[in-house]
């Protein structure tokens, strides 16, 4: 089956950029995601790209999918202190669930 | 903007007593999906209905788990009888048309004591 994987933990300071990795196995992915998750709470859509775009900006968020090498990426420029929650790459393929990785919790250091 | 709401947030529950997850998906959606998140897992996926049905399940949908829509807007997760390994997040999705961009609910805390 599917599989997402992506580190564990990722600490910036305030101001920098951050970049977070994750790589999947299935090729026949649609549409892939970015979900962030504060402490408590649910998971917000953060943004998405389609799998026949090779990058998508939506303000400080650049997401960059690379098919070739099955990887997806989420630049967040100028990293603030609300910025920190666990950052969940997920992807739909041929079937309608959404899989999801490990997620990344993000650490902002003011 | 339109949510997924999902009630209650919080509920703790004997084992074996049965429970039910409530959500409101979004109104014009017509693809429902439920989730889980044990604690310091991945989020797994449960099931999708849609037109009244089941349309995919995963393994952990067993017997024990069902799912309604009882009404025009409610979608529930019924636990028969719960056990210790329920315990987790469960999170309630849905999308316009299967494949399409799933919206998550805020989560119901489950707690199996």
């Known amino acids: 089956g599917e599989d997402v994987e992506q580190s564990l933990f990722l600490s910036v300071r305030e101001g920098d950029s951050s970049v977070i990795n994750c790589t999947y196995t299935?090729?026949?992915?649609?549409?892939l995601y970015w979900y962030k998750q504060e402490p408590g709470a649910g998971l917000q859509l953060l943004t998405y790209?389609?799998?026949?775009?090779d990058m998508k900006q939506d303000q400080r968020l650049t997401v960059l999918l690379n098919k070739k090498d099955k990887h997806l990426s989420l630049r967040i420029a100028d990293t603030q202190t609300g910025d920190s929650a666990i950052y969940f790459c997920?992807?739909?393929?041929?079937?309608?669930?959404?899989?999801f990785g490990i997620g990344t919790k993000l650490q902002v250091i003011p | 903007e339109p949510e997924v709401t999902q009630t209650p947030s919080h509920q703790v529950t004997q084992m074996g007593q049965e429970v039910i997850l409530r959500c409101v998906p979004i109104s014009n959606h017509l693809y429902f999906y439920w989730y889980r998140q044990i604690l310091g897992q991945k989020v797994e996926f449960l099931v999708s209905f849609y037109n009244n049905e089941i349309s995919e399940k995963s393994e952990i949908f067993d017997d024990q788990f069902s799912v309604e829509r009882p009404d025009g807007s409610n979608f529930t997760l019924k636990i028969r009888s719960t056990k210790l390994e329920d315990s987790a997040m469960y999170f309630c999705?849905?999308?316009?048309?299967?494949?399409?961009?799933?919206?998550f609910g805020p989560g119901t805390r489950l707690l199996v004591l």
């Open positions: 299935d090729s026949s992915s649609t549409y």
């Open positions: 999705a849905s999308s316009e048309a299967a494949g399409e961009t799933q919206y």
């Open positions: 790209i389609f799998s026949n775009m």
């Open positions: 997920a992807l739909t393929g041929g079937y309608q669930k959404v899989t």
